[in-house]
């Protein structure tokens, strides 16, 4: 069984910065992909950002231009880095992996909080 660690979470002004990661409890596993969702107090869980194997990276409108993602591979790492944070990004931010047998493993969350 799979793990995923999310960290980086926390309280932050806006207009500040914060990073996540998202870290696999296994390194000899094969991770086709890893993303982003993050969820608000009453809404859907939404798409944040995804990198696949190939390298194609896709992010969700509402964070373009603000957030990155970027994965090392070897250690089946996913990172959101996250700048210009406005009070409409506070959301329970989860990590997404892609694993053999066409299964998803989600991580438990980490909480972004952004407020004056």
């Known amino acids: 069984q799979v793990q995923l660690v999310e960290s980086g979470g926390g309280l932050v002004q806006p207009g500040g910065s914060l990073r996540l990661s998202c870290a696999a409890s296994?390194?000899?596993?094969?991770?086709?992909?890893m993303s982003w969702y993050r969820q608000a107090a009453g809404k859907q869980r939404e798409l944040v950002a995804a990198?696949?194997?190939?390298?194609?990276?896709r992010y969700g409108d509402s964070v373009k231009g603000r957030f990155s993602i970027s994965r090392e591979r070897g250690k089946n790492t996913v990172n959101l880095q996250m700048n210009s944070l406005k009070p409409e990004d506070t959301a329970v931010y989860y990590c997404?992996?892609?694993?053999?047998?066409?299964?998803?493993?989600w991580g438990q969350g980490t909480v972004v909080t952004v407020s004056s």
């Open positions: 997404k992996a892609m694993v053999p047998g066409y299964r998803e493993v």
């Open positions: 296994r390194h000899d596993l094969t991770v086709y992909s």
């Open positions: 990198i696949v194997a190939g390298g194609t990276i």
